[in-house]
């Protein structure tokens, strides 16, 4: 494959623009969505204590890995650029120009082109995780020589979070222009997480995320000619997605797409290709400790689905070898089933008029993001394959409880990226 940065933008017609705001969930405050300014003699707010995400920075591994990885001078760095910065207008110059730098640093990073900065692997996803909250709690606690309304901080943190993961350079080059080496260029969009279960073990890593930064702006050739791949990742909180972040990322890239896949950590030793997925949230905790258990929100709930399905190509990608890891076309459900009050387990997917309990990729965020953007798809009336996959649990060597690396680890994490690669090129061939 070979990487390409260029970027261009596409327009949407006005008409299926409106369409594409029918799946788009509002909310009364959000900190990822664009908020109207302020009046200028709007309040200073009070500065805001370190969320439960941030507050895991001042622990010593995350100040390892960002020291190892080369970017434990990002959030000093930009907390002296936010000082400078004399208006909101200009805060906000300061804010997207050192979001975006930070994602194209960290895609450049796992791709091997510049410095290499630190001793950590270029493949590894978390110094972009750290340095991103590190920079998120620099502007939650920026106290600016101009008054800011708490609506124009969420604002700048929304950008920050927006231009830190790839969601705003997700752009593939227009119809008419979708080439490569004078063939026609297919189009695929690929999502990832950041890591989660940090209490658990705050050294983890997520290969969903390190494959979005390995993947981003290249191009592969397939068994169908050759795809541009454009990729984003996602948070592991459940606010970010009740607030619209997926769909306001992929409203305008999935009518651009030939294929879609969202991408997350799974199971131990093995992938999963994700038949169906459900609207319910089972209530595990997020990575900022908040438990939801509901009804997935969505806009227009009155038209909701309790399923989505996939539309990968999964007996294509289960009918070869792809790598390391065997790969399964995964169907089973929890249900209550229509009628009935108790959950019932489904090995081939749920029945007519049943009630989500567990789709086949859980019920937790990696569930709802494949949810979500199978959604988006039918409710757009899109004909494009997509839906998720499950990577391996990416795991430590044997007897390692301390280190932030090892033989193993690396070797685990390469045959993942390396995989998921080739069931995204089987997929797109077929």
């Known amino acids: 494959m070979s990487p390409i940065r ?11 623009a409106a369409a594409l705001t029918l799946a788009v969930p509002t909310a009364a405050s959000s900190t990822t969505g664009p908020a109207a300014p302020a009046p200028a003699g709007a309040a200073v707010t009070a500065v805001a204590a370190p969320t439960v995400e941030e507050a895991r920075l001042d622990r010593a591994v995350p100040q390892e890995i960002l020291r190892r990885g080369g970017f434990a001078a990002v959030a000093p760095e930009f907390a002296r650029a936010l000082d400078r910065a004399g208006s909101y207008q200009a805060a906000r110059r300061t804010v997207d120009r050192h979001a975006s730098a930070l994602w194209e640093r960290a895609v450049d990073r796992a791709q091997g082109r510049g410095p290499a900065l630190g001793d950590l692997s270029r493949d590894d996803d978390r110094p972009l995780y750290w340095a991103r909250l590190g920079m998120t709690r620099e502007l939650r606690q920026w106290q600016p020589a101009f008054p800011l309304s708490e609506q124009r901080r969420a604002a700048l943190l929304g950008s920050l979070e927006r231009a830190s993961r790839g969601h705003d350079s997700m752009d593939f080059p227009g119809a008419d222009r979708a080439t490569h080496r004078g063939k026609p260029l297919k189009r695929v969009v690929v999502t990832g997480f950041d890591p989660f279960t940090l209490d658990r073990d705050i ?3 997520n290969p969903s995320g390190a494959n979005a930064l390995a993947l981003d702006g290249t191009v592969i050739r397939t068994a169908a000619g ?6 984003a990742v ?3 909180r459940w606010q970010d997605f009740a607030d619209g972040m997926v769909e306001r990322a992929l409203r305008e890239r999935l009518p651009e797409a030939d294929l879609f896949t969202t991408v997350s950590q799974g199971r131990p030793e093995r992938f999963d290709i994700e038949r169906t997925n459900g609207a319910w949230r089972g209530g595990s905790l997020d990575n900022d400790n908040i438990s939801r258990r509901e009804t997935v929100p969505v806009s227009d709930p009155a038209t909701q689905p309790q399923w989505t399905s996939s539309t990968l190509p999964a007996a294509a990608i289960t009918a070869v070898p792809t790598g390391r890891f065997p790969v399964y076309d995964n169907a089973q459900v929890t249900e209550i089933p229509a009628g009935g009050t108790a959950p019932v387990v489904r090995p081939d997917g749920p029945t007519p008029g049943s009630t989500a309990v567990v789709g086949a990729g859980g019920d937790y965020l990696s569930n709802e993001i494949a949810y979500r953007a199978t959604l988006l798809r039918d409710r757009l009336g899109l004909d494009v394959p997509g839906g998720h996959v499950h990577t391996p649990v990416l795991r430590f060597g044997a007897g390692n409880t301390a280190e932030i690396t090892d033989p193993e680890f690396l070797r685990n994490r390469q045959d993942i ?5 080739e069931i995204i090129r089987v997929a797109v061939g077929s």
């Open 6 to 16: 260029a970027r261009a933008t596409v327009v949407v017609g006005t008409a299926f």
């Open 203 to 205: 050294r983890i890593s």
């Open 226 to 231: 050759y795809a541009r791949i454009e990729t």
């Open 234 to 236: 996602f948070p592991v």
């Open 417 to 421: 990226l390396a995989q998921v690669r």
